[in-house]
């Protein structure tokens, strides 16, 4: 890595933090492309960051989850909040490039000091970005507060985006079968917040019944009494706003729960070390068998945590040391 390339990066995170909104277009820009410059500003954002409470919605193609995700940007607006918003898109063909129709049709209902970004998958079949958790920090560092993650539909609901949220809101719409759906793609474990979205819709009751059903197996289970806390259920419709004040309210109680429980730091702790593991399995391949549970893994979570060393940097050293020994 040159100099020069670090420093440019210094500056525009300096400026980004500020509040220069052409700053921190041209860091989301970079870390999507990835490489040196990208892990710089990671590093820089990583040491700052920590802070915002991250939403991620998710469901299956056709569910309403950009019409909802613009409902709560409207409402969070009006609250006062400065969030950001990080809409991952599948990747073009041609360009790589994100779609921005979803963003477009947002930025009509954003506040002035709010940030709507559109990323690409690259064609990375999780549906998450692999820039999703650099882009999340940044966002964090320069303050915005909170960042709500809407991921890409691949034709069932998505597990994924729970890895990068403290609270995942599942999207579900009637006579679809997505309740089926997201037990079986396990969201079941993972959703903790259930919107039945097109509530108008003939099916709406079965829908949230099917979802009852579902939790109340999972009480009989143990995962309620586990984790101490058990997913509502909301009926909305987000074309004529519906609901969409019962789903802020739900954020917000989820957000208070896991601050009270302390499971926050749990969820921050486990993300930390899937971003790791992700970038350990990128630079040595995903056949590899690392495990972060060892006692070198150990110590780098820790160094991560304690923003004294960043994702990108605990996951070389790691490899280093593995590479080393071999």
Same mark, same amino acid.
């Given at each position: +890595?040159?100099?020069?390339?670090?420093?440019?990066?210094?500056?525009?995170?300096?400026?980004?933090?500020?509040?220069?909104?052409?700053?921190?277009?041209?860091?989301?820009?970079?870390?999507?492309?990835?490489?040196? =410059?990208?892990?710089?500003?990671?590093?820089?954002?990583? =040491?700052?960051?920590?802070?915002?409470?991250?939403?991620?919605?998710?469901?299956?193609?056709? &569910?309403?989850?950009?019409?909802?995700?613009?409902?709560?940007? $409207?409402?969070?607006?009006?609250?006062?909040?400065?969030?950001?918003?990080? /809409?991952?898109?599948?990747?073009?063909?041609?360009?790589?490039?994100?779609?921005?129709?979803?963003?477009?049709?947002?930025?009509?209902?954003?506040?002035?000091?709010?940030?709507?970004?559109?990323?690409?998958?690259?064609?990375?079949?999780?549906?998450?970005?692999?820039?999703? #958790?650099?882009?999340?920090?940044?966002?964090?560092?320069?303050? !915005? *507060?909170?960042?709500?993650?809407?991921?890409?539909?691949?034709?069932?609901?998505?597990?994924?985006?729970?890895?990068?949220?403290?609270?995942?809101?599942?999207?579900?719409?009637?006579?679809?079968?997505?309740?089926?759906?997201?037990?079986?793609?396990?969201?079941?474990?993972?959703?903790?917040?259930?919107?039945?979205?097109?509530?108008?819709? #003939?099916?709406?009751?079965?829908? @949230?019944?099917?979802? *009852?059903?579902?939790?109340?197996?999972?009480?009989?289970?143990?995962?309620?009494? +586990?984790?101490? !806390? @058990?997913?509502?259920?909301?009926?909305?419709?987000?074309?004529?706003?519906?609901?969409?004040? *019962?789903?802020?309210?739900?954020?917000?109680?989820?957000?208070?729960?896991?601050?009270?429980?302390?499971?926050?730091?749990?969820?921050?702790?486990?993300?930390?070390?899937?971003?790791? =593991?992700?970038?350990?399995?990128?630079?040595?391949?995903?056949?590899?068998?690392?495990?972060?549970?060892?006692?070198?893994?150990? &110590?780098?979570?820790?160094?991560?945590?304690?923003?004294?060393?960043? #994702?990108?940097?605990?996951? $070389?050293?790691?490899?280093? &040391?593995?590479? /080393?020994? *071999?």
């Amino acid at each position: +890595m040159t100099s020069s390339i670090s420093d440019a990066a210094t500056t525009l995170f300096q400026s980004a933090v500020k509040g220069e909104r052409r700053s921190l277009g041209k860091l989301l820009t970079a870390i999507e492309r990835g490489g040196d =410059q990208a892990e710089i500003i990671a590093g820089l954002a990583h =040491q700052v960051s920590g802070n915002t409470h991250v939403v991620g919605i998710t469901g299956a193609p056709g &569910s309403g989850k950009s019409t909802l995700t613009g409902r709560l940007l $409207k409402l969070f607006s009006e609250a006062g909040d400065k969030l950001a918003v990080l /809409a991952v898109d599948p990747s073009s063909p041609l360009t790589g490039g994100a779609i921005l129709g979803d963003r477009i049709r947002m930025d009509d209902l954003a506040g002035e000091e709010s940030f709507i970004r559109s990323m690409a998958t690259r064609g990375h079949s999780g549906g998450l970005a692999l820039a999703v #958790p650099a882009a999340i920090q940044l966002f964090d560092a320069v303050g !915005y *507060e909170p960042v709500i993650i809407e991921t890409v539909g691949v034709g069932q609901v998505e597990v994924d985006v729970a890895g990068a949220a403290d609270t995942t809101v599942v999207v579900v719409t009637p006579g679809m079968g997505d309740a089926v759906q997201a037990n079986k793609a396990g969201l079941l474990e993972v959703a903790d917040i259930f919107v039945v979205n097109k509530s108008d819709r #003939p099916g709406a009751s079965d829908a @949230r019944r099917d979802l *009852e059903l579902m939790l109340d197996l999972g009480h009989v289970s143990g995962l309620e009494q +586990m984790t101490g !806390y @058990r997913p509502p259920i909301i009926m909305a419709n987000s074309l004529d706003g519906t609901g969409a004040d *019962e789903v802020l309210d739900a954020i917000k109680s989820h957000a208070e729960f896991l601050r009270s429980s302390g499971k926050i730091e749990i969820r921050r702790k486990e993300r930390l070390v899937m971003e790791i =593991q992700n970038r350990i399995e990128l630079l040595i391949g995903s056949t590899a068998s690392v495990t972060l549970e060892s006692e070198l893994g150990a &110590s780098f979570v820790t160094k991560v945590l304690d923003r004294k060393i960043s #994702p990108a940097e605990a996951a $070389k050293s790691i490899v280093a &040391s593995i590479t /080393a020994n *071999e």
